[in-house]
């Protein structure tokens, strides 16, 4: 089965940032990102500025898609859990369904257990959201009404007078 393009409302993307705006705070996180597995940032909360997002997101997804490729060649589905220890900061990644990585990054502040704990609830809320969102795409495929892009009237021979080539 193909996968889905998700199409997300303001409204989905505003439980997701609250939910991922509560973990930062509950489990004493500096930052804690959203990420699709194609490496795009969904939300994000805390000290964003301090950090390349886009890097991020691109790098914690070809994480998440070498560590799956080692689990595969142990016989393992997937490790849904990564963990890197710094000298001054710890990343805490983990897989939400089959769409998302949620990537914790805290210090002293806070504990590997208290961000277990807290990722655990937040995960099976953010893994709701993201079921209603699918929910509503395999709708909208099956018949119901189909979200049009705007691109996609958009040939390659308008792209090229656009751009003189």
Do not use: C
């Amino acid at each position: 089965m193909a996968k889905l393009d998700l199409i997300m409302f303001e409204e989905e993307y505003k439980l997701l940032h609250e939910i991922i705006s509560r973990l930062q705070k509950d489990a004493s996180a500096k930052v804690v990102f959203l990420v699709d597995k194609n490496g795009q940032q969904i939300a994000a909360a805390g000290d964003v500025k301090s950090i390349d997002a886009t890097s991020l997101a691109s790098l914690t997804a070809g994480n998440v898609a070498a560590t799956d490729g080692l689990a595969k060649l142990i016989g393992e589905k997937e490790f849904s859990l990564l963990f890197h220890e710094g000298e001054k900061d710890n990343l805490h990644i983990s897989i939400v369904g089959k769409r998302g990585i949620l990537v914790v990054i805290f210090d002293q502040n806070s504990s590997l257990a208290l961000v277990r704990l807290r990722v655990k609830k937040a995960s099976k809320e953010l893994q709701e959201i993201f079921d209603q969102v699918e929910q509503r795409a395999q709708k909208e495929s099956d018949g119901g009404s189909r979200f049009e892009s705007p691109f996609s009237e958009i040939t390659d021979e308008d792209i090229d007078r656009l751009f003189g080539d």
